[in-house]
């Protein structure tokens, strides 16, 4: 357990609907990374928040947008979902600007499976 | 841009039989370079970081190993329990964000 927790893990949708997905990173983490993951892509990076700051966009489609709360915890809007949405969202943290050897991981949670109708 | 390519795609192994996976890199400056486990249907486990040419890092029947093009993840004497997806995947200086390779998928027989 990486003590990344994600909900809900399975979300079954139509084309054309919109859905939230949520993340709660580990405890005194403060980045959070949201990463799509599609049998033909592989893990592709979406976007990065540290302590609430938007810090980096990756291949993130305009329909997808993200925040990061007060509390750390994220959430992964996706809006007029289409086929080519359905894969697994994984949600991932880590320590960004503590010092000492490990602050560079990225812990990963159990993910989301996307599927859209 | 960054890239990331495994070899080989897939690869099947008696229990007991060793073998390394590749993870071939091409980075502007690289900050890191993972090894991940993936379970299907689950999220990449974290496995190793190694950051400079000649890095080694072990555990249990697994050892990575880091050169300036490319990085080796071997495993001694697997059990049917190894198997899995490896991801190997990269971190650029000044960036946060992983590139990932797409993996090996090793299948260990008993």
């Known amino acids: 357990d990486s003590g990344v927790t994600q909900t809900p893990k399975h979300l079954i949708t139509a084309t054309g609907q919109r859905v939230t997905l949520r993340c709660s990173p580990r405890?005194?983490?403060?980045?959070v990374y949201w990463y799509q993951q599609s049998l033909d892509q592989g893990l592709q990076f979406l976007i990065h928040?540290?302590?609430?700051?938007?810090?980096a966009k990756g291949n993130i489609l305009e329909r997808f947008s993200a925040q990061q709360f007060p509390d750390l915890h994220s959430e992964l809007n996706l809006s007029s979902l289409e086929l080519g949405d359905s894969a697994l969202y994984f949600c991932?943290?880590?320590?960004?600007?503590?010092?000492?050897?490990?602050?560079?991981?990225?812990?990963f949670g159990p993910g989301t499976r996307l599927t859209v109708l | 841009e960054d890239q990331v390519t495994q070899s080989p795609e897939a690869l099947r192994l008696q229990e007991g039989e060793s073998s390394s996976l590749n993870c071939s890199y091409t980075?502007?400056?690289?900050?890191?370079l993972f090894w991940y486990r993936q379970d299907p249907g689950k999220g990449p486990e974290f496995l190793f970081t190694?950051?400079?040419a000649g890095e080694e890092k072990e555990k249990e029947r697994l050892k990575a190993t880091l050169t300036k093009k490319e990085s080796f993840l071997h495993i001694t004497a697997p059990k049917p329990e190894d198997s899995a997806t490896y991801l190997c995947a990269v971190r650029r200086t000044g960036f946060q964000k992983l590139v990932f390779g797409t993996g090996t998928r090793l299948l260990v027989s008993p």
């Open positions: 190694l950051y400079s």
């Open positions: 980075v502007s400056g690289l900050r890191g």
């Open positions: 405890s005194g983490d403060l980045s």
């Open positions: 991932a943290s880590s320590v960004v600007g503590a010092s000492g050897p490990s602050y560079n991981e990225q812990f």
């Open positions: 928040y540290y302590n609430g700051e938007e810090r």
